[in-house]
DNA sequence: AGTATTGTATTACACGTGTAATACATATGA
DNA sequence: TCATATGTATTACACGTGTAATACAATACT
């Protein structure tokens, strides 16, 4: 079972993407990327990723005198920890009625159900 | 489209759980409720349906001396919301890509994925 | 009628988060 | 060598949330 993997908020997640497509990466490495994608100062989002090493979800290089980070968890992990507690607090924990709201709620495209099938059958012959 | 719904934090989700299953109900009916599912004292729920009152998430009769009080949103539609937002946050946006990893990495059972084909099926049909 | 009880309203306080600014140290260029 | 730029470290501050406690008002009991 994967260990205890702390908080990650909506902004620190920004963050953890930029990292977990590429790394290790520089503080200016990970500003420019977001700052295509936000209007974050670059304060701001060296203040993100301090918080992300306290928390130990990043990791930092210090050999140099600029620093390098690098993510601790894998995306994974972290995606499926975050879709656990969701799931849980908002479905009462299964995942099954939240695909059935969104079917019945007509959320999906006949080309969105189709390819849901596909993804479901290979399953079906283990 | 369903108006813009205020934010509902995690406490305040467990509360609105209870209005959804009945209401109106008084201050001391969702206090009992809880308490059976949590250690929260009663000033600490009076705090959060007073904040929900506040967002504009609960509405309040104040005609009888003991107020009572009954949601404002369908339970649906927030979980909607919610479902929306966080797919948006964590998997950029595809519910597909959730499914995806939920199956690949094994945690849904050949029951669960039965039942997941049997839910997209009828669909088929339309 | 006075007091206890029970609801409602107001206030509290710490911690996380969004969103930086300021201070400090070191390397770099003039 | 001194000023400047650039990176790191520290500090700031408001708002939401978790988690209540205290104050106030009205009813109910003695």
């Known amino acids: ?31 420019s990327a977001l700052q295509k994608r936000t209007d974050w100062k670059s304060k701001t989002i060296r203040t993100l990723l301090d918080r992300l090493v306290k928390k130990e979800v990043v990791g ?20 499926r920890a975050e879709a656990e507690s969701f799931i849980k607090r908002i479905y009462g924990g299964t995942l099954k009625s939240m695909l059935v709201q969104f079917i019945q709620e007509d959320n999906l495209s006949e080309e969105d159900i189709k390819e849901l099938r596909s993804i479901l059958d290979p399953k079906q012959k283990k």
Request: aromatic share 12%; hydrophobic share 35%.
């Open 60 to 79: 930092v290089n210090k050999e140099q005198r600029v620093y390098t980070f690098f993510p601790l968890y894998e995306q994974d992990e972290c995606q």
């Open 1 to 31: 079972m994967s260990k205890n993997i702390p908080n990650i908020s909506e902004s620190e997640w920004e963050v953890m993407t930029v990292l977990w497509k590429e790394a290790p990466l520089t503080a200016n490495d990970v500003i």
